[in-house]
């Protein structure tokens, strides 16, 4: 039985995977099946349907109705288990089954599969699978097919394509036509759509998939997003470096990344014999500043801070917009502590992301959470280091966690291979959770770089290493706050802050003096003259979702005020112009 909501949901996922898979077999008797689990959103199935056939979003009617007619003969749901024989007996025409069966025996688990059975306790429908499902087809509620897509036979772009199919599951219509609206308002909010709209970046075939290129209005957002940060974090005694977009991949053997990343590098060949790679992150060149010079324990904390394009090779499939592309620019920091220093440096960043993100209003209860990612307990071998260190580590970050009331909770098998993290999920005005915000606690990397201080005794000591991420990508970070605002910015973040729209000609020089006293304040205004008219270029304003428009006609001219209207609204009102900075400033 099902023990709680969040157990059933997924459970109503999972059975519906295979309520489509059954669907589909019906269809296809020699489907071959790859994975199928749920996910956040809902649930998919992988088909190798063999050469020639395939299926599109036209076949989701026939398919949708055998999986009614499955859900309606109330199938019971019973769990089966085999030994390894019987196992490659049952699934010897499915190449896919019989690699599955190879990893669970390689495991040491039991395999196990779940059949769908008749009233008269006939197996209809069999399928690996641990499970968890609900006890009958027929408690599944309604189910929708939303898309079809290709995917790789485990990831591997050198293995099979296989067709992926996608649905949703909810106990009732209602909570589906609640889905629908979501994914209608997240399609107005895609930020690939507004961007293009907003006139804040574009993609050219000349440049290169997943190569994004910012306009003047893109580029302004990103450095505030920077200087705000910096600023934030200059009061903690952060300090700009600078590093080149290329190393020799030694650099990368020492730190432990080549092992783990080398073929999602881009690999740089110039005259010589040297290899060298498009720098996938920052934090190995950052050990090599620290490294340039001995350091005394009065020198620590060191805290670098640089905001810089690394660079991964993606696949393309999985390219989209701003929030997967191949050059990532990250808000990257790193100090060099004592041990002793660390509770205190790690606070200190949880006060920036805090102040950041209040900045931006998603800093509420109940807006965030934090996950404590630490390793594997089953799994130790996939990281780097001492236990001894990594159990200090995980301490440091709870006891951080707690003397901040952050809401964390402890994540196993999410930690990075050198080091703990707690990672700052903030959900966005549609409810969506965005993983951005990242202080990571490392004693592997000065190890292997071999960095060192004198401690106050006269000793070499190795430093503590806290790898910090505010903002984390910027690419991402702005299709996350495009969607979050709609397009609509706060005021200290909009590219334009206002237009001012003279009536006619005339009353050009009065609206050139106003601009005039908002860009002395540092504002950002634009006058958009009188080809067109009042009305027109009020919609346009509102279309561009700049923050203010000001109206200036005859009685703007006497009066000497301006006449605002506030986005999203359809009211006017005077204020003067004095009022109006004062709004800009605050």
């Keep these: 039985m099902c023990n709680n909501h969040d157990d059933l949901e997924l459970r109503r996922k999972h059975t519906a995977s295979h309520i489509m898979t059954y669907a589909v077999k019906m269809m296809h008797p020699d489907v071959k099946l790859g994975v199928g689990p749920w996910t956040d959103e809902g649930f998919y199935q992988d088909f190798d349907l063999g050469e020639g056939k395939s299926i599109s979003e036209k076949d989701f009617k026939k398919i949708q109705k055998k999986m009614r007619w499955i859900v309606n003969k109330n199938f019971k749901i019973v769990r089966q288990e085999f030994t390894e024989a019987e196992a490659r007996e049952i699934w010897k025409d499915d190449k896919y089954k019989l690699e599955l069966i190879d990893g669970i025996v390689e495991r040491g688990e039991q395999i196990s599969a779940y059949d769908f059975v008749d009233e008269e306790g006939r197996t209809v429908y069999r399928d690996i699978c641990a499970g968890p499902h609900l006890d009958s087809t027929g408690d599944l509620g309604i189910f929708k097919l939303t898309k079809v897509a290709a995917a790789y036979w485990r990831g591997d772009s050198d293995r099979e394509t296989l067709t992926r199919i996608y649905g949703v599951a909810f106990p009732n219509e209602e909570k589906l036509a609640e889905y629908e609206h979501f994914l209608a308002e997240a399609a107005k909010r895609d930020h690939r759509k507004l961007g293009q709209e907003l006139g804040l970046f574009t993609f050219s075939e000349k440049v290169g998939a997943g190569l994004p290129l910012f306009t003047p209005k893109g580029t302004f957002i990103r450095n505030k997003v920077e200087d705000t940060i910096m600023k934030i974090q200059s009061k903690y005694g952060f300090e700009r470096v600078n590093i080149p977009h290329i190393t020799k991949k030694d650099l990368y053997e020492t730190s432990g990344h ?117 390793r594997d307990s089953a799994n130790l071998s996939k990281y780097l280091g001492a236990t001894e260190n990594w159990e200090k580590a995980e301490s440091f970050l709870e006891e951080v966690a707690k003397s901040e009331n952050l809401p964390y909770e402890r994540i196993e098998g999410e930690a990075a291979f050198y080091g703990p993290k707690l990672d700052f999920q903030f959900k966005d005005s549609l409810g969506r959770e965005w993983q951005l915000a990242t202080i990571q606690i490392d004693f592997v990397q000065p190890e292997r770089f071999g960095l060192e201080y004198i401690d106050n005794e006269g000793k070499r000591q190795t430093p503590v290493m806290i790898h910090r991420a505010i903002a984390g990508s910027l690419e991402r970070f702005m299709a996350v706050i495009i969607e979050h605002f709609a397009g609509a910015f706060p005021v200290w973040l909009a590219p334009v802050q ?42 346009n304003s509102q279309t561009g979702k700049i923050p203010f428009t000001i109206i200036i006609g005859d009685g703007e001219v006497k009066s000497g005020k301006l006449t605002i209207r506030k986005y999203g609204e359809k009211k006017d009102k005077q204020i003067s112009v004095e009022e109006f900075l004062g709004l800009l400033e605050e």
């Excluded at 393309?316 to 205190?344: A, K």
Aim: glycine residues 6%.
């Design 258 to 374: 080549w092992a783990k990343f080398k073929d999602d590098l881009f690999h740089v060949h110039g005259k010589g014999d040297t290899q060298f790679v498009m720098k996938p992150m920052n934090c190995p060149h950052h050990t090599q500043i620290y490294a340039s010079q001995m350091r005394s324990y009065r020198d620590l904390p060191i805290r670098y801070a640089e905001t810089t394009t690394c660079y991964r090779d993606e696949q393309p499939g999985e390219l989209l917009g701003l929030s997967r592309v191949r050059s990532l620019t990250q808000d990257d920091g790193h100090i060099f502590c004592t041990p002793d220093q660390v509770l205190e440096e790690s606070r200190n960043l949880v006060k920036v992301i805090r102040e950041f993100y209040t900045k931006l209003g998603m800093f509420n209860e109940g807006d965030f959470k934090v996950s404590l990612s630490v």
């Design 498 to 539: 206002a237009h001012i729209l003279p009536v006619t000609d005339a009353h050009l020089p009065r609206a050139e003096e106003v601009l005039a006293k908002i860009r002395g304040i540092s504002g950002r205004a634009e006058i958009i003259d009188a080809s067109d008219t009042l009305g027109k270029r009020l919609r």
